[in-house]
T-cell receptor, first 110, second 113 residues
Framework: KNEVEQSPQNLTAQEGEFITINCSYSVGISALHWLQQHPGGGIVSLFMLSSGKKKHGRLIATINIQEKHSSLHITASHPRDSAVYICAVSHGGTGNQFYFGTGTSLTVIP | GAGVSQTPSNKVTEKGKYVELRCDPISGHTALYWYRQSLGQGPEFLIYFQGTGAADDSGLPNDRFFAVRPEGSVSTLKIQRTERGDSAVYLC???????????FGQGTRLTVV
Protein backbone atom coordinates (compact mmCIF):
# COMPACT_ATOMS: atom_id res chain seq x y z
CA LYS A 1 0.00 0.00 0.00
CA ASN A 2 1.36 3.38 -0.99
CA GLU A 3 2.04 5.55 2.03
CA VAL A 4 0.66 8.56 0.17
CA GLU A 5 -2.91 8.36 -1.12
CA GLN A 6 -4.58 10.96 -3.31
CA SER A 7 -8.17 11.48 -4.32
CA PRO A 8 -9.72 11.76 -6.74
CA GLN A 9 -7.52 10.03 -9.34
CA ASN A 10 -9.22 11.92 -12.14
CA LEU A 11 -11.17 15.15 -12.05
CA THR A 12 -13.00 17.09 -14.75
CA ALA A 13 -14.26 20.59 -13.99
CA GLN A 14 -15.87 23.47 -15.82
CA GLU A 15 -13.87 26.65 -16.11
CA GLY A 16 -14.44 28.82 -13.06
CA GLU A 17 -15.19 25.99 -10.65
CA PHE A 18 -13.55 25.63 -7.26
CA ILE A 19 -11.42 22.48 -7.15
CA THR A 20 -10.18 20.43 -4.23
CA ILE A 21 -7.64 17.61 -4.36
CA ASN A 22 -6.99 15.57 -1.24
CA CYS A 23 -3.89 13.81 0.07
CA SER A 24 -3.55 11.47 3.03
CA TYR A 25 -0.35 9.96 4.34
CA SER A 26 0.31 7.24 6.84
CA VAL A 27 3.56 8.08 8.63
CA GLY A 28 5.20 11.08 10.25
CA ILE A 29 6.67 13.60 7.86
CA SER A 30 9.05 16.52 7.85
CA ALA A 31 7.23 18.25 4.99
CA LEU A 32 4.51 17.73 2.41
CA HIS A 33 4.87 18.94 -1.15
CA TRP A 34 2.34 19.68 -3.86
CA LEU A 35 3.72 19.35 -7.37
CA GLN A 36 2.34 19.96 -10.85
CA GLN A 37 3.18 17.85 -13.89
CA HIS A 38 2.09 18.79 -17.41
CA PRO A 39 1.87 16.13 -20.17
CA GLY A 40 5.32 15.47 -21.53
CA GLY A 41 6.77 17.99 -19.15
CA GLY A 42 8.73 18.00 -15.99
CA ILE A 43 7.51 18.56 -12.47
CA VAL A 44 7.10 21.97 -10.90
CA SER A 45 6.99 22.46 -7.14
CA LEU A 46 3.90 24.40 -6.06
CA PHE A 47 4.08 24.27 -2.28
CA MET A 48 6.18 22.89 0.53
CA LEU A 49 4.23 22.66 3.80
CA SER A 50 5.01 21.57 7.31
CA SER A 51 2.00 23.20 8.98
CA GLY A 52 -0.97 25.47 8.39
CA LYS A 53 -1.81 27.00 5.06
CA LYS A 54 -0.07 28.61 2.10
CA LYS A 55 -1.51 30.64 -0.78
CA HIS A 56 -0.04 31.49 -4.14
CA GLY A 57 -2.31 33.23 -6.61
CA ARG A 58 -5.37 31.04 -7.14
CA LEU A 59 -3.79 28.07 -5.39
CA ILE A 60 -4.21 27.30 -1.70
CA ALA A 61 -2.64 24.40 0.18
CA THR A 62 -3.54 23.32 3.69
CA ILE A 63 -2.22 20.63 5.98
CA ASN A 64 -3.55 19.05 9.16
CA ILE A 65 -0.64 17.28 10.84
CA GLN A 66 -2.79 15.52 13.45
CA GLU A 67 -5.07 14.03 10.81
CA LYS A 68 -2.20 13.39 8.35
CA HIS A 69 -4.15 15.10 5.61
CA SER A 70 -3.57 17.90 3.11
CA SER A 71 -5.71 19.59 0.50
CA LEU A 72 -4.88 21.58 -2.60
CA HIS A 73 -7.53 24.06 -3.70
CA ILE A 74 -7.76 25.89 -7.00
CA THR A 75 -10.10 28.86 -7.14
CA ALA A 76 -11.64 30.14 -10.39
CA SER A 77 -10.18 27.21 -12.34
CA HIS A 78 -8.93 27.77 -15.88
CA PRO A 79 -8.12 25.37 -18.75
CA ARG A 80 -4.41 26.13 -18.28
CA ASP A 81 -4.69 24.51 -14.82
CA SER A 82 -5.17 21.15 -16.57
CA ALA A 83 -2.31 18.96 -15.40
CA VAL A 84 -1.47 16.14 -13.02
CA TYR A 85 -1.17 17.29 -9.41
CA ILE A 86 1.04 15.15 -7.23
CA CYS A 87 1.29 15.05 -3.46
CA ALA A 88 4.64 13.97 -2.03
CA VAL A 89 6.00 13.67 1.49
CA SER A 90 9.48 13.71 2.91
CA HIS A 91 10.55 12.20 6.21
CA GLY A 92 13.80 13.97 6.88
CA GLY A 93 16.73 11.63 7.32
CA THR A 94 19.75 11.21 5.07
CA GLY A 95 18.42 12.55 1.80
CA ASN A 96 14.97 13.74 2.73
CA GLN A 97 13.76 12.25 -0.54
CA PHE A 98 10.18 12.39 -1.71
CA TYR A 99 7.59 9.63 -1.51
CA PHE A 100 4.97 10.37 -4.12
CA GLY A 101 1.27 9.77 -4.49
CA THR A 102 0.01 8.53 -7.83
CA GLY A 103 -1.32 11.94 -8.80
CA THR A 104 -4.66 13.50 -9.67
CA SER A 105 -5.28 14.20 -13.34
CA LEU A 106 -7.23 17.45 -13.65
CA THR A 107 -8.97 18.59 -16.83
CA VAL A 108 -10.64 22.00 -16.86
CA ILE A 109 -13.09 22.43 -19.71
CA PRO A 110 -13.70 25.91 -21.17
CA GLY B 1 21.94 26.91 -15.98
CA ALA B 2 18.52 28.29 -15.18
CA GLY B 3 16.99 24.93 -14.37
CA VAL B 4 17.67 21.22 -14.15
CA SER B 5 18.54 19.86 -17.57
CA GLN B 6 18.20 16.23 -18.57
CA THR B 7 19.47 14.65 -21.76
CA PRO B 8 18.38 13.01 -23.89
CA SER B 9 14.71 13.84 -23.62
CA ASN B 10 13.83 10.57 -25.31
CA LYS B 11 15.83 7.38 -25.72
CA VAL B 12 14.81 4.23 -27.52
CA THR B 13 17.10 1.26 -27.07
CA GLU B 14 17.07 -2.44 -27.76
CA LYS B 15 16.76 -4.97 -24.99
CA GLY B 16 20.17 -5.89 -23.65
CA LYS B 17 21.86 -2.63 -24.57
CA TYR B 18 23.60 -0.18 -22.24
CA VAL B 19 22.26 3.36 -21.75
CA GLU B 20 23.41 6.50 -20.00
CA LEU B 21 21.07 9.27 -18.89
CA ARG B 22 22.48 12.64 -17.93
CA CYS B 23 21.34 15.22 -15.39
CA ASP B 24 22.76 18.72 -15.14
CA PRO B 25 21.47 20.24 -11.89
CA ILE B 26 21.08 23.87 -10.94
CA SER B 27 24.49 25.37 -10.24
CA GLY B 28 25.38 25.21 -6.56
CA HIS B 29 22.80 22.56 -5.67
CA THR B 30 24.56 19.94 -3.59
CA ALA B 31 21.65 17.50 -3.34
CA LEU B 32 20.72 15.52 -6.46
CA TYR B 33 18.09 12.81 -6.80
CA TRP B 34 17.09 10.32 -9.45
CA TYR B 35 13.51 9.06 -9.60
CA ARG B 36 11.74 6.68 -11.99
CA GLN B 37 8.14 7.14 -13.09
CA SER B 38 6.27 4.31 -14.74
CA LEU B 39 3.12 4.99 -16.72
CA GLY B 40 0.21 6.00 -14.49
CA GLN B 41 2.31 5.92 -11.34
CA GLY B 42 3.96 8.47 -9.12
CA PRO B 43 7.74 8.72 -9.28
CA GLU B 44 9.80 6.29 -7.19
CA PHE B 45 13.09 7.13 -5.54
CA LEU B 46 16.25 5.60 -7.00
CA ILE B 47 19.31 7.35 -5.56
CA TYR B 48 20.40 10.49 -3.71
CA PHE B 49 23.74 12.27 -4.02
CA GLN B 50 25.09 14.75 -1.54
CA GLY B 51 28.01 16.31 -3.36
CA THR B 52 30.00 13.61 -5.12
CA GLY B 53 28.90 10.70 -2.97
CA ALA B 54 25.84 8.50 -3.25
CA ALA B 55 24.45 9.00 0.23
CA ASP B 56 21.46 6.72 -0.33
CA ASP B 57 21.16 4.25 -3.19
CA SER B 58 18.50 2.10 -1.56
CA GLY B 59 16.03 2.72 -4.38
CA LEU B 60 18.14 1.23 -7.17
CA PRO B 61 16.20 -1.87 -8.27
CA ASN B 62 19.18 -4.14 -8.96
CA ASP B 63 22.86 -4.13 -9.85
CA ARG B 64 22.18 -3.26 -13.49
CA PHE B 65 21.57 0.30 -12.31
CA PHE B 66 24.42 2.57 -11.30
CA ALA B 67 24.85 6.33 -11.00
CA VAL B 68 27.81 8.65 -10.62
CA ARG B 69 28.42 12.29 -9.87
CA PRO B 70 32.20 12.59 -10.06
CA GLU B 71 32.57 16.34 -9.67
CA GLY B 72 29.52 17.05 -7.58
CA SER B 73 27.52 18.64 -10.37
CA VAL B 74 26.50 16.58 -13.44
CA SER B 75 25.21 13.09 -12.71
CA THR B 76 24.89 10.11 -15.02
CA LEU B 77 22.49 7.23 -14.46
CA LYS B 78 23.76 4.08 -16.14
CA ILE B 79 21.65 1.04 -16.96
CA GLN B 80 23.30 -2.16 -18.16
CA ARG B 81 21.61 -4.99 -20.07
CA THR B 82 18.37 -3.05 -20.37
CA GLU B 83 15.07 -4.88 -20.03
CA ARG B 84 11.62 -3.92 -21.29
CA GLY B 85 10.57 -3.33 -17.69
CA ASP B 86 13.10 -0.52 -17.46
CA SER B 87 10.92 1.56 -19.79
CA ALA B 88 9.85 4.64 -17.82
CA VAL B 89 10.47 8.34 -17.43
CA TYR B 90 13.63 8.96 -15.43
CA LEU B 91 13.46 12.20 -13.49
CA CYS B 92 16.27 14.14 -11.90
CA UNK B 93 15.81 16.72 -9.15
CA UNK B 94 18.22 19.01 -7.38
CA UNK B 95 18.08 21.01 -4.16
CA UNK B 96 20.32 23.57 -2.57
CA UNK B 97 20.23 21.38 0.51
CA UNK B 98 18.20 18.32 1.47
CA UNK B 99 15.55 20.36 3.31
CA UNK B 100 14.92 23.03 0.68
CA UNK B 101 12.65 23.26 -2.35
CA UNK B 102 13.27 20.69 -5.06
CA UNK B 103 13.62 21.54 -8.75
CA PHE B 104 12.90 18.84 -11.31
CA GLY B 105 14.14 18.29 -14.82
CA GLN B 106 11.88 17.49 -17.77
CA GLY B 107 12.80 13.83 -17.54
CA THR B 108 14.20 11.30 -19.98
CA ARG B 109 11.65 8.93 -21.48
CA LEU B 110 13.38 5.58 -21.90
CA THR B 111 11.79 2.96 -24.10
CA VAL B 112 13.33 -0.49 -24.29
CA VAL B 113 12.12 -2.48 -27.31
Amino acid sequence: KNEVEQSPQNLTAQEGEFITINCSYSVGISALHWLQQHPGGGIVSLFMLSSGKKKHGRLIATINIQEKHSSLHITASHPRDSAVYICAVSHGGTGNQFYFGTGTSLTVIP
Amino acid sequence: GAGVSQTPSNKVTEKGKYVELRCDPISGHTALYWYRQSLGQGPEFLIYFQGTGAADDSGLPNDRFFAVRPEGSVSTLKIQRTERGDSAVYLCASRLAANTEAFFGQGTRLTVV
